[in-house]
């Protein structure tokens, strides 16, 4: 029969484009969040994270931005590359819990 | 510096044999997290060891699945016997705890994708 999987969202730009990835968190008690971007063969690699006392948080053509007050967070990626192509996941913590918690995912496509 | 290692990349055996999956973690990191990635349910946590101690394995799905620490720099994820609906990635993961209220991101190896047949 046919399988069901995750329907993954997916956010597909052209190259040199920016591209904003969303993630809505549920547990108002999660002071720490992270983005991973996992290639296809992969695991899930760190990009950047952001703690609770914090807005935005920025690193090389990448940004976090952090809403507490409707629980939401972005990953901006400038200049978007072909080689940006991924699944991209937003993670959360709660302070003095060592597991994190997953989003279900984004698949950014970047065509030339 | 070396990540994660796991091994083996890939694993394809049949079902009711015995299938070990090996970890290094990261140097220095006191905590070690196995997870399950499949199409259907996503990233899954299955058991978590800090200091080489099991903490949570509430995510383990049945007796079949074990997992032991032995040392700071070694973890197996053992399934035995196995069935077709264990096939699935399968990656560990490593952190530094950085103190209790020091939030830390977790490391990822790169898999092993199991297929049982």
């Known amino acids: 029969g046919e399988s069901v999987g995750l329907h993954l969202p997916t956010l597909s730009v052209q190259e040199g484009d920016n591209s904003i990835i969303n993630c809505a968190y549920s547990?108002?008690?999660?002071?720490?969040f992270i983005w991973y971007k996992q290639e296809s063969g992969k695991g899930p690699q760190f990009i950047i994270d952001?703690?609770?006392?914090?807005d935005k948080r920025q690193g090389q053509r990448v940004t976090v931005l952090l809403n507490k007050t409707v629980k939401h967070l972005s990953l901006q990626i400038a200049a978007t590359q072909p080689g940006d192509s991924a699944v991209y996941f937003c993670?959360?913590?709660?302070?003095?819990?060592?597991?994190?918690?997953f989003g279900k995912g984004t698949m950014l496509l970047v065509s030339p | 510096d070396a990540g994660v290692i796991q091994s083996p990349r890939h694993e394809v055996t049949e079902m009711g044999q015995e299938v070990t999956l090996r970890c290094k973690p990261i140097?220095?990191?006191?905590?070690l997290f196995w997870y399950r990635q499949t199409m259907m349910r996503g990233l899954e946590l299955l058991i978590y060891f800090n200091n080489n101690v099991p903490i949570d394995d509430s995510g383990m799905p049945e007796d079949r699945f074990s997992a032991k620490m032995p040392n700071a720099s070694f973890s197996t994820l053992k399934i035995q016997p196995s069935e077709p609906r264990d096939s699935a990635v399968y990656f560990c993961a490593s952190s530094f705890s950085g103190g209790l209220y020091s939030n830390q991101p977790q490391h990822f190896g790169d898999g092993t994708r199991l297929s049982i047949l």
């Open positions: 993670a959360e913590n709660v302070r003095g819990y060592s597991t994190l918690t």
């Open positions: 547990n108002s008690a999660s002071d720490y």
């Open positions: 140097s220095g990191h006191d905590y």
């Open positions: 952001i703690r609770s006392n914090m």
